[in-house]
């Protein structure tokens, strides 16, 4: 067995031990009214098994990112697919540090997933190993991109206990409007992780069945001297064409459920074939998000903020404050060394510019000021509880579309830029 | 600290007012540092074809009609009749045009004026130094250079004979 | 704006100490100043030790409204989310400075559409550039300067003066307090709990009954440390644009050839460009045949700086070698400040001379090869019994609408000669003959029917090129970007120094814990600028060591946060 495949094997076994490291962290919380034991010892308990599967996993996760360097010959965060395995590497380590220092069971039930989502979203990407380009050739390859992603882990844990915060604080019993406002955005916050998953379940099931459909548009401009250029771009679905790009032609097309054709075309300021596959996407993931989202509503009979609610009972809303705090506060400094330091050193180096305004520059320096933001409007202004948990919440939609969101919407000079 | 807080104050905001105003005033106007209207025409070195080097310091206090050009470039033959004809019609009263020739050897630009059949000084950019310092990008470009070593116009583009006539008359009577 | 606190007019303490306008806590001893502060129950207003604000005054002048503008850290939020959404702005299209060439005012309405045209119209197509940008950016360096003068020399008074006795409602209204009874003599008591205090990294103060513990204070400077850097990091941005301290130019460099670097005195050799490519076997299965990945884009330099008849163009410089360096992507050249980096190539080989013979093509007889440069050529050759004077070049040649040859370009893409042969067996003017170094050209422009034309029948010269030794041409072009920049040091110092007080301020905590033993009762209060719980968890073990036995959450006074 060759190193690489012992590292993906190894992979597969720490997705699957964080799932139970999750399920168990669920017991270790859902199961302390039931079990027979108190309260505490039940959770204490079982939150020390899930603490160790959770680390075993993450340890083979470590095996697993050790075996690919050694493997690929090369630092395995150079594609989306490394670089996102890496995340959830680091979510891990991040909710590792934090637990150690806080002890609270409850986080894993939070945390925990985060990193699994991470994971299920990088096996969307192509999982070979690809040589380095000479740009990607730099010792500051491994700094950069693993420090900041340490960093945005960080601010993944700060996430997790912003919205845990809220599930505990918002009171889903009241009526009254500015807690009524509160329910929904907290109902919103969770469709939009529900939303996520349901992408990643759309991609997976397609991808299983083996779906493919492709389109071909040919463009016509006219080059500087007069001469008509044609080129023709093709794009393959994976996922049924519920939209077609603007003015494509259906080359090929696989039938689902007795649809034949596209439902309609994109607009046409969707510019490119890519535009509109991308659309299809996001309708699909919206689809299925809300296919999930009703089926757990119909199962829960309540908003689902309201279901969860309980589950944090007990646990001190100010703790969890301070955990939002102190996670983010921890991964402050070492995103502002890797996302922001080095990556102006190793521009530097590279392109002869520590600065270019680069569209995933632009967005480093965006999460920096909204964390510096959350971080004077808390420590100078007073900003603590309910307004400080958005902002955490808030921060890390903010550091996802960073990550992901200028990649799939702005091409830039970023090499992951397009890569889906 | 008390009486002394007024004038630090004052020095304080001042600094920021001076720094401030620098980094706005140059990030808005330009700072590529090419010449404008009204801003100083750079000085350059070439090599003349007479094998001397000329500066444009020798035509201080002379009205300087400075032409880029190329003999690939079909507006720049096109207008070398109009600038040999404004050069004899205004040489004698203080006005010189000098072609400045962009990156092309001695025997082209010999032939080329053999050809069109021109007598102004002619200069050789080989290194391009004066195209990046003037920032001239397409061929032909022209800057009309008043007596004062100051850029009075710039045009780009080919010129005709009567624009040509209303800008040097401009350049000598201002 | 409007002022949070209440400007009190009489800000003389109860214990006799005389504050400045905008105090909230007695400077000596932590008494609530304001009457309705001092009725509450709520946590104590710790932020800067609640002392004033440099800038607080009663009667505000015109400089006093601004200075205050800029003191606000309420404004300085509003700068930093103004900042975070115009850079956000930004990213909508691409920058006109990503382009090299392109006319704005067109492009962003013929690539975006309307809202491409918009986009332009607005100005955000260099919103990086635009004066609100540089003004917010200005702002916030003036809110950087303002607000940490006004914070930072008071508090570090205060934090130099701290007394150690200090009111009970100032302990009590802490984040962390405790109250319990104690059957010692303070003195003695007090005396026992310095021992785990110290262990524990305090520096401990006694004064009788009452105790002052202290430790990392260095940590409430961190935000000003941070604050200083930035301030540094935007002068050294501001000051890479004087002129003299920044160079920025793309030149290309043919491969063999010494180029002068404008505006400096060196030249640089490219003496070998190599790119390479992976090779099958270094591919993924599933990229093999579909994709082509670079591997390698190298430059052999050799830099040079002139050292005598530099400027001078009608003589030739004389070089002296300085530096040598393979140019990568991530290994720019170095020297002394210039930096040249790897940017572009291309693989069009340029020509640069050919040797041609002249040749009898009747007999096959050759008359000896002569050298022929593109640039600046010799003007007459000598070919055996045969003179060839060359009458035209065209660099790349081309017939202009009036059907006469002519050079589209100053590059040599399809060179051509007109020589003048004289000699044996031609007329007395001499005989005209076109040369075309370039086989495609010599096909394509027909050489052979111009010469017949302008020879006539009786031709028999031809000038031929024996073999690839005698053609010489740069392979490759290599694009570098020279750059110098002198104020980097000084980024790179601001940045350094942000990073300092990043650690400082987030990874230390200054903690204090002030206490007093009166008749029996113990009371203690702590502050800390964050982490509560890592506190409370210490002020436990400390009193576990002099037996005073508590739990970690009765110390928690509500609010403990931050």
């Known amino acids: ?420 | 600290m008390g009486k002394a807080r007024k004038p630090i104050q004052i020095i304080i905001l001042s600094v920021i007012l001076l720094l401030g105003g620098y980094a706005i005033g140059s990030s808005v106007f330009g700072g590529d540092g090419k010449p404008r209207e009204g801003s100083k025409a750079p000085s350059f070195e070439l090599l003349g074809l007479d094998g001397l080097t000329h500066t444009l310091d020798e035509y201080k206090g002379k009205s300087v009609v400075l032409n880029f050009w190329g003999s690939w470039c079909g507006p720049c033959v096109k207008e070398m009749p109009a600038l040999q004809a404004q050069w004899e019609k205004w040489k004698d009263q203080g006005v010189v045009v000098i072609g400045v020739n962009v990156g092309e050897d001695q025997m082209t630009v010999e032939n080329f004026i053999k050809l069109v059949d021109i007598d102004f000084p002619v200069v050789m950019d080989s290194g391009r130094s004066a195209v990046r310092s003037y920032g001239v990008s397409p061929l032909p470009t022209t800057f009309f250079i008043n007596t004062k070593g100051k850029v009075d116009s710039i045009h780009i583009g080919q010129l005709d004979l009567d624009s040509l006539d209303g800008q040097i008359g401009k350049l000598v009577n201002p | 704006m409007n002022r949070r606190e209440p400007l009190v007019s009489n800000t003389k303490c109860e214990c006799g100490h005389q504050n400045p306008v905008g105090t909230v806590l007695c400077e000596a001893c932590g008494k609530p100043l304001d009457e309705k502060d001092r009725e509450s129950a709520d946590n104590l207003e710790m932020r800067y030790d609640g002392v004033a604000r440099r800038s607080q005054r009663v009667n505000p002048g015109i400089i006093d409204l601004i200075w205050n503008f800029f003191s606000s850290v309420k404004i300085a939020i509003y700068l930093i989310v103004l900042t975070l959404l115009g850079s956000m702005l930004g990213t909508i299209f691409p920058q006109e400075s990503t382009f090299l060439n392109i006319d704005a005012s067109t492009y962003y309405k013929e690539t975006y559409g309307t809202a491409g045209n918009i986009y332009y119209r607005l100005g955000l197509s260099h919103t990086y550039e635009s004066w609100w940008f540089v003004t917010l950016l200005v702002m916030i360096g003036a809110s950087l300067v303002i607000c940490s003068l006004d914070r930072v020399l008071p508090l570090y008074k205060a934090l130099t003066r701290q007394k150690i006795r200090k009111h009970r409602q100032f302990l009590t209204r802490q984040k962390v307090v405790l109250v319990t009874k104690v059957e010692e003599e303070p003195e003695v008591w007090v005396a026992r709990l310095s021992e785990p205090l110290k262990k524990k990294g305090y520096r401990v103060k006694t004064d009788g009954g009452a105790l002052l513990a202290e430790k990392h204070r260095f940590s409430r400077w961190g935000p000003y440390v941070i604050h200083i850097g930035l301030i540094i990091f935007l002068l050294a941005v501001l000051a890479r644009g004087l002129p003299g301290l920044n160079m920025d130019q793309h030149l290309a460099f043919q491969q063999g050839e010494v180029t002068k670097i404008p505006d400096t005195t060196y030249y640089l050799k490219n003496e070998k460009f190599t790119v390479e490519f992976y090779t099958d076997d270094e591919m993924p299965e599933e990229f093999r045949g579909k994709k082509v990945l670079p591997k390698l884009y190298e430059t052999k330099a050799v830099l040079y700086e002139c050292t005598a008849d530099c400027i001078d163009p009608s003589k030739e410089p004389k070089l002296s070698e300085v530096a040598v360096h393979d140019i990568r992507v991530n290994s720019p050249l170095s020297y002394k400040g210039l930096k040249a980096y790897q940017f572009d190539y291309d693989l069009t080989p340029v020509l640069r001379s050919v040797q041609p013979e002249l040749v009898n093509s009747a007999t096959g007889e050759g008359y000896g090869k002569f050298k022929l440069d593109m640039k600046n050529p010799q003007r007459t050759f000598q070919s055996g019994p045969y003179t060839l004077s060359l009458k035209e070049k065209y660099m790349d040649f081309g017939l202009n609408d009036e059907g006469q040859p002519v050079s589209k370009s100053p590059y040599p893409n399809a060179p051509a000669f007109l020589f003048l042969i004289t000699g044996p067996d031609l007329p007395a003017e001499g005989q005209q003959y076109f040369y075309f170094p370039k086989q495609v050209d010599k096909e394509q422009f027909q050489q052979q029917a111009i010469n017949d034309k302008l020879g006539g029948s009786g031709r028999f010269l031809e000038l031929e090129v024996q073999g690839m030794s005698d053609v010489d041409f740069a392979e490759s072009t290599s694009y570098l970007n020279i750059r110098v920049d002198r104020a980097m040091p000084f980024v790179w110092v601001g940045a350094g120094i942000v990073m300092l007080g990043l650690v400082l301020g987030f990874y230390w905590q200054h903690r204090r814990i002030w206490l007093n033993l009166e008749n029996g009762e113990l009371v203690l209060g702590g502050h800390t600028n964050k982490n509560w719980f890592g506190f409370r968890r210490e002020i436990v073990s400390i009193l576990y060591k002099v037996d005073v036995i508590v739990d970690e959450k009765s110390l928690d006074n509500g609010g403990g946060l931050a």
């Open chain 1, 1 to 420: 067995m060759s190193l690489l495949d012992f590292s993906s094997d190894v992979f597969i076994a720490a997705f699957f031990l964080y799932s139970g490291a999750f399920m168990l962290f669920t017991i270790a919380i859902m199961g302390r009214r039931w079990s027979g034991r108190k309260p505490e010892e039940h959770t204490a308990r079982w939150g020390r098994i899930a603490f160790m599967v959770s680390s075993i996993g993450l340890l083979c996760h470590l095996a697993y990112f050790i075996t690919r360097w050694m493997g690929s010959g090369h630092i395995p965060v150079s594609n989306m697919y490394e670089f996102m395995t890496f995340l959830s590497m680091m979510v891990m380590v991040a909710f590792t540090v934090i637990f150690a220092i806080y002890r609270k069971i409850i986080l894993g039930v939070f945390a925990v997933p985060i990193s699994i989502i991470v994971m299920a979203y990088a096996a969307v990407f192509p999982q070979e190993v690809q040589p380095l380009i000479p740009s990607l050739k730099s010792i500051y390859l491994n700094i950069h991109v693993t420090l900041a992603a340490l960093g945005e882990s960080f601010f993944a844990v700060g996430f997790a206990a912003g919205l845990m915060y809220l599930l505990r604080t918002v009171n889903f019993e009241s009526k009254e409007r500015s807690d009524r406002k509160q329910q929904r955005l907290v109902e919103f916050t969770l469709f939009s992780i529900i939303v996520i998953i349901g992408f990643l379940g759309s991609v997976f099931a397609f991808r299983g069945a083996g779906y493919e459909s492709v389109f071909v548009r040919s463009n016509v401009t006219i080059d500087s001297s007069g001469q008509e250029d044609s080129t023709i771009e093709k794009v393959s679905y994976k996922m049924p064409p519920i939209v077609a790009p603007y003015h494509s032609e259906t080359e090929v097309f696989q039938s689902f459920l007795g649809i034949n054709e596209p439902l309609f075309e994109a607009p046409s300021w969707m510019n490119g074939v890519n535009a509109g596959r991308k659309f299809n996407t996001v309708i699909w993931s919206l689809l299925s998000g809300l296919i999930l989202y009703g089926i757990l509503r119909l199962a829960v009979r309540k908003p689902l903020g309201k279901a969860i609610h309980p589950v944090l009972d007990g646990i001190d809303e100010n703790d969890l404050d301070e955990i939002t705090y102190r996670a983010i506060a921890i991964g402050f400094p070492i995103f502002t060394l890797g996302a922001l330091i080095f990556a102006m050193i190793w521009a530097q180096v590279a392109w002869g510019r520590f600065w270019g305004w680069d569209p995933k520059e632009v967005w480093a320096l965006v999460t920096w000021l909204f964390y510096s933001a959350y971080l004077h409007l808390r420590l100078a202004r007073g900003w603590q509880g309910r307004k400080s948990a958005w902002l955490a919440v808030l921060g890390f939609l903010v550091v996802m579309f960073t990550l992901v969101g200028v990649n799939l919407v702005i091409a830039g000079l970023h090499s992951y830029a397009g890569t889906d």
